[in-house]
């Protein structure tokens, strides 16, 4: 009989530890999770905000990696930022409120393509990850930036200008109920990148709690990433 997909399902794939260096010398820790069979595509994660507890296994980025690459073939390549610990480990260095952590995501980009060899990539960023999305992930050679709860908390107006030279797909996830943008907000400070498609999720909050939240932010990776694989089942 099929069963229900929950919170703490955990489906088939190749799950692979793997230690990074960046140009600073820093050791960064993480795990690829990729499909055992046909791969779509891939995405790379940057988790929230370390000092309010967020890491590589914040609740989407493992329910992404424990779903995605049996459900819809996709990659999903999580890490710690520098100073951040999970069960995975601690990366090495000190949190650097998401300036240092340029050299983290730009590491990171270079693993993913030079060392795992991962074509249709996209960056994932999720609260302060959105943030180094927006400011660090300029690497010619993801497809695109996919946004959770951006609170825009650090990147200027003049960096989101930057993305109006680089017209790559931007997808903006705005909770409803969000403790820092709200949908309105954001319409605001995304105005200077015309090109952002903005999501308004009805009853949604910025950690995205609860099943319909995760099928809903997951459903809208895949629609990007490998729309194909869509609907994304809800049994298994």
């Known amino acids: 009989m099929p069963e229900l997909i929950r919170a703490n399902t955990l489906l088939a794939s190749k799950r692979t530890p793997f230690t990074v260096k960046t140009a600073d010398g820093l ?3 993480g795990e690829v999770a990729a499909p055992l069979g046909e791969v779509n595509g891939a995405i790379l994660c940057l988790h929230p905000l370390p000092t309010a507890g967020g890491m590589m296994d914040s609740h989407i980025y493992k329910k992404a990696a424990n779903r995605l690459p049996a459900l819809a073939g996709i990659t999903v390549v999580r890490f710690n930022t520098r100073g951040t610990t999970s069960d995975a480990g601690t990366s090495e260095g000190h949190f650097d409120n998401g300036v240092a952590e340029r050299l983290d995501v730009e590491a990171m980009l270079r693993y993913c393509f030079e060392d795992l060899g991962l074509d249709n990539l996209w960056v994932i960023g999720w609260s ?10 300029k690497d010619p050679r993801h497809k695109g ?3 959770l709860s951006p609170p825009l908390r650090t990147t200027t107006p003049e960096q989101l200008k930057y993305w109006n030279g680089d017209m790559r797909p931007i997808v903006a996830l705005i909770p409803e109920l969000d403790d820092y943008l709200v949908p309105h907000e954001a319409r605001e400070r995304f105005a200077v990148i015309p090109h952002t498609e903005l999501i308004a ?36």
Do not use: C, M
């Not at 302060?128 to 992930?137: R, V």
């Not at 939240?213 to 997951?218: C, D, F, K, P």
């Open 27 to 29: 050791n960064l820790v």
């Open 128 to 137: 302060f990850g959105t943030d180094l999305a927006l400011q660090h992930a």
């Open 145 to 147: 930036l996919i946004l």
């Open 201 to 236: 999720v009805e009853g949604a909050k910025h950690l995205w709690v609860g099943e319909p939240s995760v099928y809903r932010v997951l459903s809208e990776i895949v629609k990007k990433v490998s729309p194909k694989s869509l609907p994304l089942p809800t049994e298994y």
